[in-house]
């Protein structure tokens, strides 16, 4: 038996599979140091004939076997290798398939928190034409002021799903924890916030311009206020099932919100005549008993949800230094869309009508694609950087997403026009608010054909925490949106202009996302990452 270290030789006479010859473990006598070999680090490797042997096939791949028995029936080395070459292999349209079990639950989580938006905007449309265009500010500063919070979403996801890539499960619990606590935080100050400077919020918003629709407005806004602790406690423990690849347990959770929603303005709204303020209790009750859900799904797959960790300043700074881009780039996009409102509020109550109307079943669609984005997310920092890392599987993926994804945004786009176009009674019975709506179908169709693929290369720059570049393309392509739109509505160009700056911000996004993930240095063709990147993750 060999008790000292051994050099690493490479015998010329190596086994094949017509003529292999048995061979025999020693013990624990098989110790060798790592050394290189051609730029590979080997671990320890089986002794033959008193000399460490080194098959073609370990030369190749750079994994050393075991100190086992190799024979003809291979080892459990070989089966691995097996199956990571069947992954690299794998067909764009097996892929496909894995995208869409995962991404199916999750189309349908994501697609129930406009829906409710959506339930509201349909039964507060049969009674008045004011409290409809009310749920164009309210709908502001509730539901796009919850997506400026989506960074605690992406820091949640992408940090679980890469201590789990990284097969550590104690460190994801903390994580989650932490997480919940910065939740919790955030949610009192935005009640707090919502109760200060609500009614001034709506003033300023409509520009002392459709005064008629402040009170309501505010009505809104300071019942669904009331949410925010739950909405974003249950945002991070959505987003830590999502990063566990679990998309089920959010969905059943956001169900069952939406129903209860639906029943709500149905009763509250269309037999109790309880108008917007009822359309809001409605949607409140529904988001804290989607909150529940979410943490008791949490704690079904195995952690605790009501644990809350306050955060060390070295963990708040690592949190930030990931949720600061994001944010960025959240906020950037959640103000555009409230800049396109701002500027209707001044083209009159039927106009901002028919833009509410347009916005809310154009966010309907758009969340169709956003499980794209998730799926990057949730996958691809295994592959980018995970103990299973593996750049061809990466490209594969997000080939499969932008096929998936350009596919998905051709069906939209035309289910998404057909609603308003053919069916506005379904909205409003109000003929000029149809006038309007019909005249945003064109752009409306070719905005919202770009977004499935450009939320896919967004959610892999998030995944390859390309940040910076994703956060200076959003603050970039705001300035520019708000000053163009700025120059459309001076110059007369009314809300068709508008949206057609939503269609270059949209496709503009599109061709820079794509272009820097096609780039030879981009996240998917750097061949090995650097120390600090490893580090970091």
């Known amino acids: 038996m060999l008790m000292k270290t051994q050099r690493l030789t490479i015998s010329p006479f190596l086994p094949t599979k017509s003529h292999q010859p048995l061979i025999r473990c020693l013990g624990g006598g098989s110790v060798l140091t790592r050394r290189k070999l051609g730029g590979i ?12 042997v080194v098959t073609r096939r370990e030369i190749k791949t750079g994994r050393i076997t075991r100190n086992c028995v190799e024979n003809d029936g291979g080892t459990e080395e070989e089966e691995e290798e097996k199956k990571s070459r069947g992954l690299v292999k794998e067909s764009v349209w097996e892929q496909m398939k894995e995208i869409v079990k995962f991404t199916g639950p999750a189309m349908g989580m994501w697609v129930c928190g406009p829906l409710m938006s959506l339930i509201d905007t349909v039964v507060i449309g049969q009674g008045s034409s004011v409290e409809l265009a009310a749920l164009g500010p309210g709908t502001v500063l509730c539901d796009h002021m919850s997506y400026v919070f989506m960074f605690l979403s992406v820091a949640t996801s992408n940090m679980v799903a ?6 550590d499960k104690k460190e994801a619990q903390h994580q989650i924890s932490v997480l919940l606590f910065i939740g919790l935080v955030c949610g009192l100050m935005m009640l707090l916030l919502t109760r200060l400077f609500g009614p001034w919020a709506v003033t300023a ?35 830590a099932s999502l990063g566990m690849k679990n998309s089920w347990g959010p969905l059943k959770a956001l169900a069952a919100a939406t129903v209860i929603n639906g029943l709500g303005d149905t009763i509250l709204c269309l037999f109790l005549g309880q108008g917007i303020a009822g359309a809001a209790w409605a949607t409140t009750i529904s988001q804290v008993v989607s909150a529940y859900m979410m943490m008791d799904s949490l704690n079904k797959e195995g952690y605790n949800a009501y644990s809350f960790a306050v955060p060390t300043p070295q963990e708040l700074w690592k949190i930030s230094a990931l949720a600061a881009p994001v944010f960025i780039s959240i906020f950037s996009k959640i ?8 500027c209707a509020t001044s083209m009159g109550t039927h106009v901002l009508a028919a833009h509410q109307v347009m916005a809310q079943t154009y966010r309907m669609c758009n969340v169709w694609g956003e499980p794209l984005s998730q799926t990057a997310q949730s996958f691809m920092p295994e592959m980018l950087y995970g103990a299973n890392r593996n750049l061809p599987k990466a490209r594969t993926l ?18 998404g026009t057909s609603v308003p176009g053919l069916f506005p009674g379904v909205y409003t019975h109000d003929k000029v608010i149809i006038t309007e709506m019909h005249r945003l179908l064109i752009p409306f169709f070719m905005a919202l054909s770009a977004l499935p693929m450009t939320v896919s290369l967004e ?41 057609m700056v939503l269609v270059g911000f949209q496709w503009g996004r599109f061709g820079l996302y794509l272009r820097r993930l096609l780039s030879p240095g981009g996240i998917l063709n750097t061949d090995v990452l650097t120390t600090k990147k490893i580090k970091s993750v």
């Open 41 to 52: 680090t080997t671990a320890a490797a089986p002794i033959f004939q008193g000399k460490p």
């Open 162 to 167: 890469t201590s789990l890539a990284k097969q």
């Open 205 to 239: 918003f409509t520009r002392g311009k459709n005064i008629e629709i402040v009170p309501a407005a505010n009505t809104y806004v300071q019942i669904r206020g009331l949410a925010w602790p739950f909405i974003l406690v249950g945002l991070v423990a959505q987003s």
């Open 335 to 342: 103000a555009f869309y409230s800049f396109i409102i701002y």
């Open 398 to 415: 997000l080939k499969s997403l932008m096929i998936i994804g350009a596919t998905l945004g051709l069906v939209l786009g035309i289910i």
């Open 459 to 499: 959610g892999t720059l998030l995944a390859g925490r390309d940040l910076k570049f994703v956060s200076s393309v959003m603050s970039s392509s705001f300035v520019l949106g708000c000053l163009t739109l700025m120059f459309v509505t001076r110059s007369g160009y009314g809300l068709v202009g508008c949206w």
